[in-house]
């Protein structure tokens, strides 16, 4: 067995001092969870916008660089800047 990761130990621990709660029913709340995750990738409205080609083109290298789809990382930073998550960077 490989040794545990810095995250992994620290799971491990907290595990080992009780601070974990058994779900009272884990079937149940695995479904919700799952049913919430789906919910959550389903993309059902179509946007068009227009961008500047320089933009757009940059948008594509940095998708490539990440492994993804460029309409993806649009997604993607929309709904971190809507929840919160995408923040202005102080320069």
Known sequence: MKPLDKEEQGLMESVERGEWI?????????????????????????MN?????????ALKI???????????????IIHKYLSGKLVERET
């Open 62 to 76: 940095k998708a490539m660089e990440e492994g993804i789809p460029y309409q993806t990382l649009v997604s993607s």
């Open 49 to 57: 916008i227009r961008i500047a080609k320089r933009d757009l083109d």
């Open 22 to 46: 058994p779900v009272k029913d884990q079937e149940r709340e695995a479904k919700k969870l799952e049913s919430a995750a789906k919910a959550t990738f389903v993309k059902d409205s179509r």
